[in-house]
């Protein structure tokens, strides 16, 4: 049997998925901040309004366009899902923190990040070389099983399966599980590019039962549609990707492997840009990860309002362990834990970025 250990899905959740997040919006701001700070496509939305949409209460709204970061939970699309949102106006170092994160901060400087290579057009084997696994990594993919201990389909599994009758017990398995680890993942990375969330294989947790991954993002997209925050055609890729994407999309794909709780995690990103209107949104879509939870989504957007451009970021991650005995509680607590990390994360980069800029690190925006 697979041994399974509960894990907090907050705590996997570090600067690699947050920030980096954060710093494709935050490089859109030049050209927004060239533009009128009022919306200009007839929403009446303001940013009090906004925030109130995404479940923030009036203490918090003040706070936000005092200058502060502010976190609020999200209504779960589903009860095993962890969900928050967090707001901020924009200082003006913004621009010179986004270029920081995205020069690597976010991923190659985060200390839990082992390996991770970008994925280019149809994909190739020559995009994962860079991925290595270690001895424990090969006897844990090579004695998988259905069950929570790892996040694979029956096709994955029976292709393991083959693979250690194959071997044996006394050759070297190394190459030959690290290949198969390989072409796992550019299946799955080919399956979403041609088919989107209907292409992502449910993960096998018995003999007759699984986990949609595709249906739990599904969920999630369509819970962040019914905030009505987020323009209508970014829903649209949110949910209909790779049919019919709108002009202006740019987007990129990587595998990251790196440790959360002592142990390593492999997983498959997408993230895109979409600029619409008065609006600039970005996701970053996790479509695949190994273990620990099944799937993560955020959301970030720029949004020019009367009192300055406010930055707005939604996550929403599934997990099997947030369900059974106790699960509202650790909902509860994973909810509080992720917020406190990714306020933490975003005021250590804004004390990097403002000492770097000849200020004090308790010089913010002044608040009423």
């Known amino acids: 049997m697979s041994r399974v250990t509960f894990w907090h899905p907050a705590r996997g959740l570090t600067a690699r998925s947050v920030l980096s997040g954060l710093a494709v919006c935050l490089l859109a701001l030049p050209g927004i901040a060239a533009e009128e700070t009022a919306p200009r496509n ?3 939305s303001t940013g009090p309004q906004i925030l109130a949409k995404l479940g923030f209460g009036t203490k918090g709204v003040q706070r936000v366009l005092a200058g502060h970061l502010e976190a609020a939970p999200l209504a779960p699309s589903l009860k095993r899902e962890l969900s928050l949102a967090l707001a901020f106006l924009v200082d003006p170092g913004a621009h010179e923190m986004a270029q920081k994160l995205d020069n690597g901060l976010a991923i190659r ?10 994925i280019r057009g149809k994909g190739s084997e020559q995009d994962f070389l860079a991925l290595h696994l270690d001895d424990k990594d090969v006897e844990r993919w090579l004695h998988a099983e259905a069950g929570e201990g790892m996040n694979l389909s029956s096709g994955e599994l029976a292709q393991l399966d083959a693979l250690r009758k194959r071997l044996g017990d006394t050759q070297p398995v190394t ?17 979403y590019r041609a ?25 999630a997209s369509l819970a962040s549609k019914k905030l009505g925050v987020f ?5 649209e890729v949110l949910l209909e ?10 987007e990129d794909f990587y595998w990251l492997q790196y440790r959360a709780h002592g142990e390593r995690v492999l997983m498959l990103a997408h993230r895109f840009s979409v600029p619409e209107d008065d609006y600039y949104v970005s996701v970053q879509r996790q479509f695949y990860v190994s273990r620990g939870y099944n799937v993560e989504q955020s959301l970030s957007a720029l949004v020019p309002s009367s009192q300055g451009t406010l930055v707005i970021y939604t996550n929403r991650t599934v997990s099997d362990q947030l369900e059974g005995f106790g699960a509202s509680m650790r909902r509860s607590i994973g909810n509080k834990l992720l917020a406190s990390q ?10 990097d970025v403002t000492v770097s800029k000849g200020k004090r690190p308790d010089q913010k925006r002044s608040s009423n």
């Open 342 to 351: 990714l306020k933490g994360l975003y005021e250590k980069i804004r004390e």
């Open 42 to 44: 007839g929403d009446s």
């Open 231 to 235: 323009p209508a055609a970014f829903d």
């Open 109 to 118: 400087d985060d200390p839990d990040t082992i390996s991770f290579g970008e």
């Open 241 to 250: 990707y790779p049919k019919e994407l709108p002009p202006g999309l740019e």
């Open 175 to 191: 190459d030959a599980v690290s290949e198969v680890v390989r072409n796992i993942l550019l299946a799955r990375y080919r399956a």
């Open 195 to 219: 088919s989107g969330l209907a292409g992502i294989a449910p993960y096998q947790r018995g003999r007759s039962r699984v986990t949609d991954a595709g249906r739990e993002l599904r969920g």
